[in-house]
C-alpha cells in the first residue's frame, strides 16, 4: 500500500519537500548539538527540562487520544468514528514516533539509550515510559496498517486482531498515565506533587488529540474526495467540549488547592506563571494567551450553535490546540522547575538551535502523518 | 565495591559485544581498573556502616574558610568552571540559611545565621529519590550510605536533577575538559552530556583519606566525617550534644549530612 504515498498532485510533493527541508533544517542543528553539547539549548543547571520535554509530554497525549476514535467504535459500535479510527491510529505512530525523538534529542548521550534496556530498572518510571510507549507504537502500527489492508480487500479485519484492539484501548491511557508519572512521583517539586496530575494530563490530552483530529479531518475533506463525515466531527466536537471542561476545571483544583492552603511551595510556580514572581515573568504573556484561548474555545464549544458551526468548531479545536500546546508543551514543564529547589528563579527560553531541532522533529512528525494518510485516504478514496 | 566491579565488567562486556562505542568502552574499563584497584578492600581504607558529615555553621568565620573547602574538592576531582551560571558544575557550594533550608527563615531571626553562607552538598540521603528515579541505575547507593555516579552509564536524561530535592547535581552541558584549570591525572575528567556530583570521595576513602573538604578544615572542624551507626564515631558525639538540623527533613530523603547551627560553646 505505500506505493500510494509516491504518487500525488503537485502540491502534496511541494508539502512533502518542505517537511524534509525542515527536518534536514533540525538535523543539521541537531549535529551541532551532538558535538557541542546540551548547552547549545537555553536549559540549565536549575531547568534542567525545556522545549523538548515538554513537546515530549504533549505528544504523548496526542498519541494516547486516539483511543478515543478507537474506542467508541469497537466497544460501542459506534460505526460513525468507523471512517476516521485509522485516522486517529496513524496520529498515535506519529505522534510516539515524535515523542521517542524528542526523548532521544534531550539525552546528554545519545548513543548510550540502549542502557535502559541493558540494565532493566523498574523502579525507575522513565524505564516504563519507554516500555509503553515502544509498545503502543507497535499497536498502532499494526492495527492501522492491518484494518487497512483489510479494509482495502472489503474484507473485515481478521479475528486475531481484536485482542489487540482492545489491548490497545487499556494501553492508550496508560501511556499518558505513566508519563504523568514521571512529574508527579517527585519530592520538592511542588508543582508537579499533586496525584491529580494523570488525570489532569488525560482530560487535557482528551481535548488536544481530538481537536487535532477535528482539524486533520478537515483538512482531509478540503484537499481530498474522502470525507470523514459531519456526524463524525461533531460527536468529536461534543467530546473536546466535555474534556476541555474538565481540564479547566481540574486546573482550577489545583489552583484552590494552593492558594487557599496558603502553602508558598505550592503557589510559587502559579503565581511565577500567570503573575510573575520576585520581577521574574518571562512565560506570563505566553500562559495569557493559553487561558484566554481557552476560554474562546470553551465559548465556542459549549454554544451549539457555534459548535455545530464547522468553521467555528475549527477554529475552538485550533483554541484548544494552541491553549495546551502552551499549556503542557511549556508551562508545565519548564514552571515545575521555577523556582527551583533552592527557591531561586532561573528563567528558560528556548535558543534558536533548540528551536530549530525542535521544528525538525515536528517536520518528521508530520511527514510520517501525511505520508501514512495519503495511504489511508487513497485506499478510501479507493473504495469509496 | 567488589560488586560494583563486578558488576561494571559485565556492563562493559555486554556493551563491548553489542558494539556500543568501542573505545569509550576499553577506556572506561582501563579507567574503571584503575578505580577498583583503588577501591577493593585494603587495609588502609577507611570503611562505615553509613558514612556522614556534619557542618558546623559558627566555625566557618571568614571568606577564606568556604573558598579552602570548595577549591580543595573542585581541584581534585577536576570539576570545570565555565564562568557562567548557565552551564555551571559544582558539587560543594555555599547559600544563605533561606535558600539552604527553604520555609525555616523567619522574619526575626538573628542577623547573624539569617545572611550567612552555608556549605551545601550532597546529602548522600538515605533514601535517595535520585537513585528511584535513575533508569540505568547509573546513580547508585552503596552500602555504606555513599551514593554513587557511575559516569560511563549515565544518558544524561537529567531525571535525577528533577528528583533531587537539594539541587545538588550538576549536568556538563558541554565539554568540561577545556574549563579545568589543572587537571588532576588521578580522578577521571567528565564527557558531554552526564551528570555529576559530590561523592563522598569514595576514591580517598578508599587509601585512606579523609574527604578533601574534611581535610581542608582540619584545624577548625568545620567540617567533620565518620560513621554514623558507630556510637562512638566523632559525628556521633557531635550529633547527640548539639542542636542538629538537616535539609528538608519533611521530604523524607533522610540525609546524611547535618548543620549544627549555633553551638559555638559545643563540640
Ligand atoms: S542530595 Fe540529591 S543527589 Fe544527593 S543523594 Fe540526595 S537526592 Fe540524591
Ligand atoms: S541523567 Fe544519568 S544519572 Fe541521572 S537519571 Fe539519567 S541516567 Fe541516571
Ligand atoms: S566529600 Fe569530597 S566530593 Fe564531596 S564535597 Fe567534600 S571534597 Fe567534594
Request: with cysteine; net charge positive; hydrophobic share 45%.
Amino acid at each position: 500500500m505505500l506505493e500510494k504515498a509516491l504518487t500525488g498532485s503537485r502540491r502534496y510533493w511541494i508539502w512533502v519537500f518542505s517537511l524534509l527541508v525542515m527536518s534536514g533544517i533540525g538535523f543539521i542543528f541537531y549535529l551541532k548539538q551532538l558535538s557541542y553539547g546540551l548547552g547549545i539549548t537555553g536549559m540549565s543547571r536549575d531547568v534542567s527540562w525545556g522545549f523538548y520535554i515538554g513537546q515530549f509530554t504533549l505528544l504523548v497525549g496526542v498519541a494516547a487520544s486516539a483511543v478515543i476514535v478507537v474506542l467508541p467504535y469497537y466497544l460501542h459500535n459506534y460505526k460513525q468514528f468507523g471512517r476516521i479510527t485509522v485516522l486517529g491510529e496513524f496520529l498515535a505512530v506519529a505522534s510516539v514516533t515524535m515523542c521517542l525523538l524528542f526523548i532521544f534529542v534531550d539525552l546528554g548521550q545519545p548513543f548510550r539509550i540502549l542502557n535502559v534496556l541493558l540494565y532493566p530498572t523498574p523502579n525507575s518510571v522513565m524505564f516504563w515510559d519507554a516500555v509503553v510507549l515502544s509498545g503502543y507504537l507497535l499497536l498502532n502500527i499494526v492495527i492501522g496498517w492491518t484494518v487497512l489492508g483489510a479494509e482495502r480487500k472489503a474484507s473485515p479485519p481478521p479475528d486475531w486482531l481484536k485482542p489487540l484492539i482492545y489491548l490497545s484501548i487499556a494501553w492508550a491511557p496508560s501511556i499518558h498515565i505513566v508519563t504523568a508519572f514521571l512529574y508527579s512521583g517527585l519530592p520538592g517539586r511542588h508543582f508537579w506533587l499533586t496525584a491529580i496530575m494523570a488525570v489532569r494530563f488525560l482530560a487535557s490530552a482528551f481535548a488536544s488529540g481530538p481537536a487535532l483530529i477535528i482539524i486533520l479531518c478537515l483538512i482531509v475533506r478540503g484537499f481530498t474526495k474522502f470525507d470523514p463525515g459531519r456526524e463524525a466531527i461533531q460527536t468529536l466536537g461534543k467530546i473536546i467540549t466535555y474534556t476541555m471542561i474538565l481540564n479547566v476545571l481540574f486546573l482550577g483544583f489545583e489552583l484552590f488547592t494552593a492558594f487557599y492552603s496558603n502553602i508558598p511551595g505550592h503557589m510559587h510556580t502559579f503565581q511565577y506563571l500567570h503573575a510573575g514572581l520576585e520581577g521574574y515573568g518571562k512565560l506570563v504573556p505566553m500562559m495569557w494567551i493559553s487561558n484566554i484561548l481557552a476560554v474562546v474555545s470553551l465559548v465556542l464549544l459549549i454554544n451549539p450553535a457555534t459548535r455545530k458551526n464547522e468553521r467555528t468548531l475549527s477554529m475552538a479545536s485550533a483554541s484548544i490546540f494552541i491553549s495546551l500546546w502552551i499549556d503542557k508543551g511549556f508551562g508545565l514543564v519548564v514552571g515545575g522547575f521555577i523556582p527551583n529547589p533552592l527557591e531561586k528563579i532561573t528563567e528558560y527560553w528556548p535558543t534558536m538551535p533548540e528551536t530549530l531541532i525542535t521544528l525538525g522533529v515536528w517536520a518528521i512528525g508530520f511527514l510520517i502523518l501525511t505520508i501514512l494518510y495519503k495511504v489511508a485516504v487513497s485506499v478510501k478514496e479507493e473504495i469509496a | 565495591m567488589s560488586i560494583n566491579r563486578r558488576q561494571f565488567l559485565k556492563i562493559a562486556g555486554i556493551s563491548t559485544i553489542v558494539g556500543l562505542g568501542g573505545t569509550t568502552t576499553i577506556k572506561a574499563l582501563w579507567r574503571d581498573e584503575l578505580e577498583a584497584s583503588q577501591v577493593s578492600p585494603s587495609p588502609e581504607a577507611l570503611v562505615a556502616k553509613r558514612w556522614a558529615m556534619v557542618v558546623d555553621v559558627s566555625k566557618f568565620k571568614i571568606d577564606n574558610d568556604y573558598k579552602r573547602v570548595i577549591d580543595a574538592c573542585h581541584r581534585i576531582h577536576n570539576v570545570p568552571d565555565f564562568g557562567n551560571p548557565k552551564d555551571e558544575v559544582k558539587w560543594i557550594w555555599t547559600d544563605t540559611f533561606s535558600h539552604a533550608f527553604p520555609g525555616q527563615e523567619h522574619e526575626y531571626m538573628e542577623g547573624g545565621i539569617k545572611h550567612k553562607p552555608f556549605m551545601i552538598l550532597c546529602n548522600h540521603c538515605d533514601n535517595p529519590p535520585c537513585v528511584r528515579v535513575c533508569p540505568t541505575k547509573a546513580t547508585f547507593k552503596r552500602e555504606d550510605g555513599i551514593v554513587m555516579m557511575d559516569f560511563h552509564r549515565c544518558i544524561g536524561c537529567r531525571f535525577c536533577m528533577a528528583a533531587c530535592p537539594f539541587g545538588a547535581r550538576s549536568f556538563n552541558w558541554r565539554d568540561p575538559r577545556p574549563f579545568i584549570k589543572e587537571e588532576n591525572k588521578e580522578f577521571p575528567t567528565r564527557t558531554i552530556g552526564v551528570v555529576e556530583k559530590c561523592n563522598f570521595c569514595y576514591e580517598r576513602l578508599a587509601k585512606g583519606l579523609i574527604p578533601a573538604c574534611v581535610e581542608a578544615c582540619k584545624d577548625n572542624k568545620a567540617l567533620v566525617f565518620g560513621d554514623l551507626k558507630d556510637p562512638n564515631s566523632e559525628v556521633r558525639k557531635i550529633l547527640s550534644s548539639c542542636y542538629t538540623i538537616r535539609r528538608k527533613s519533611e521530604l523524607g530523603t533522610q540525609p546524611s549530612v547535618f548543620y549544627v547551627i549555633g553551638g559555638s560553646n559545643n563540640a
